[in-house]
């Protein structure tokens, strides 16, 4: 989709009566699947049975016949050799081809299990509660694919220079894993030695909750910078009230990792104007 997005003619290879993904949750009102036609925007589709011989000798040409630009295939196919890079490379030499898998080593995996894996859901949900909570945001099947897309790009260019093709593989587990290493959360665990607690809507390493307001309802205030944080303190009218917390707490509200600033009710303090808090 991503490519497509950037003007490249994208065909989707479909089993005959369309892939599972044609009938999923949300429909319209005439049964046409909204999630489909919202990822598979820009992209043409061609349904052909692969189970036959016939049918991937017709994928096979596709992929010869695309043209300078073309030669390209994305899949996330397993265990089906003919669609291998070292199979398609006898009918283009200059192929280039990208596998998604969920490990690494080839085993199975989609985005759910993954996050689980690491723990992101673990974090997620009110402080007091010992449920699980699931991710509904499939963040790393939308990571691995911008991945994809961004080595196709790469490839795409190194075969302008060079005449050559290349074989990709990119893994949801890798993705998660490297993004976990990215966000310093496998730094933290290994240096620090320290454990994330589930902490609801609290904003971890800056200042960020969620406040009742005055007419019952729930606003999410976040202070990224100092320059935030003073704002909010005087956009609340709070400033007397925080310069007489510092003392009391032995800590400085403007130092995100001083001591003592976790022990801040912050729910007492901005109780003190939630009118104020409301109008934010």
């Not at 690491?118 to 939308?142: E, F, R």
């Not at 403007?254 to 109780?271: K, M, Q």
Request: glycine residues 10%; contains cysteine.
């Amino acid at each position: 989709m991503a490519l497509a997005h950037l003007g490249a003619d994208v065909i989707r290879v479909d089993p005959l009566g369309g892939a599972t993904d044609t009938r999923r949750l949300p429909l319209a009102p005439n049964g046409v699947s909204l999630y489909w036609c919202s990822l598979n925007r820009g992209k043409r589709s061609v349904e052909i049975d692969t189970r036959t011989e016939a049918g991937r000798a017709l994928v096979a040409r596709l992929l010869a016949n695309t043209g300078p630009d073309g030669g390209i295939v994305l899949t996330n196919a397993v265990d089906q050799r003919w669609l291998e890079y070292g199979q398609l490379k006898h009918h283009r030499s200059d192929l280039i081809h990208v596998h998604i898998q969920g490990y690494n080593d080839g085993a199975p995996a989609v985005d759910y299990t993954v996050n689980a894996e690491v723990g992101l859901p673990l974090l997620t949900g009110a402080p007091d509660s010992t449920q699980p909570v699931n991710h509904v945001l499939p963040a790393w099947d939308l990571l691995t694919g911008l991945h994809a897309a961004i080595g196709i790009l790469a490839a795409v260019r190194d075969r302008r220079a060079t005449g050559h093709g290349c074989s990709i593989t990119v893994s949801l587990a890798d993705v998660a894993t490297s993004t976990m290493g990215q966000l310093g959360f496998i730094a933290d665990a290994i240096v620090n030695k320290s454990t994330r607690l589930r902490e609801g809507n609290y904003l971890y390493g800056t200042f960020g909750c969620d406040f009742e307001t005055a007419d019952g309802g729930r606003v999410m205030v976040v202070a990224l910078t100092p320059r935030h944080w003073h704002r909010l303190v005087a956009a609340t009218g709070l400033e007397a009230v925080m310069a007489a917390l510092e003392p009391a707490l032995g800590a400085s509200l403007d130092n995100e990792i001083a001591s003592g600033v976790e022990t801040l009710d912050v729910d007492a303090v901005v109780g003190v104007n939630p009118v104020l808090v409301a109008q934010v």
